[in-house]
């Protein structure tokens, strides 16, 4: 299996700030990585796709970077409503793996 | 806009067969392009994907859990169900089902997904 790892597991930042949070495979993926934000008692929501495309709907504030093994997610000018979790998932195996979650508060 | 929906018995006792069906509404299960997965999200775990089926019939399952795992399709129901056996405490999760897409320059994305059902395993 390949091993997500994201960091940190958990960060706090004021409305308008600007986070960075990484996801690390444990081998090559190329650009197959896609990030999800989660809220408790919701479904994922996904928000980029192979890398650095932005899902159709998704505010222009996230944003997605890497390939190979290193991988970003930067939310530019926080909204209170961005508070959640966040995964990143590889699709380079065709045994699909996620990380274990950025808990972002605001 | 597609959507998901769980269903599904929510306590099953240990050594049982776990059985949900998601039902798709807004769009046809059999549509090219699509896979449909189920992902559970262990407590105080992350995200586990469980396996996918396509709507020819095609599967294809994490190795993790491989032996105990079945998925299949109803085209006609726009439904599909996962069924996993001699379930145990550890397979206490939220189950989810969600469209795998594999087009228009997403490369297995999950893109729509339900909004899950608690299952606990316990007697």
């Known amino acids: 299996d390949i091993q997500m790892t994201q960091s940190p597991s958990s960060l706090s930042a004021s409305v308008g700030d600007r986070v960075t949070m990484t996801c690390r495979a444990s081998q090559r993926i190329n650009r197959s990585l896609n990030w999800y934000q989660q809220k408790p008692g919701k479904a994922p929501k996904l928000l980029i796709y192979t890398a650095s495309s932005l899902e159709n709907g998704v505010p222009s504030r996230f944003s997605g970077s890497g390939s190979g093994t290193d991988f970003t997610l930067t939310i530019s000018g926080l909204q209170p409503e961005d508070s959640a979790t966040y995964f990143c998932q590889q699709s380079y195996s065709s045994a699909y793996t996620f990380g274990q979650g950025t808990k972002l508060e605001i | 806009q597609v959507q998901l929906q769980e269903s599904g018995p929510g306590l099953v006792k240990p050594s049982q067969t776990l059985s949900l069906t998601c039902t798709v509404s807004g769009g046809s299960i059999s549509s090219g392009g699509f896979y449909w997965s189920w992902i559970r999200h262990l407590p105080g775990k992350g995200l586990e994907w469980i396996g996918y089926?396509?709507?020819?019939?095609?599967?294809h399952y994490n190795p993790s859990l491989n032996s105990r795992v079945s998925i299949s399709v109803d085209s006609s129901k726009n439904q599909f169900s996962l069924k996993l056996s001699s379930v145990t405490a550890a397979d206490t999760a939220i189950y989810f089902c969600?469209?795998?897409?594999?087009?228009?320059?997403?490369?297995?994305?999950?893109?729509?997904w339900g909004q899950g059902t608690q299952v606990t395993v316990s007697s």
């Open positions: 969600a469209r795998d897409n594999d087009s228009s320059g997403h490369y297995h994305t999950f893109d729509f």
């Open positions: 089926i396509y709507y020819t019939g095609s599967t």
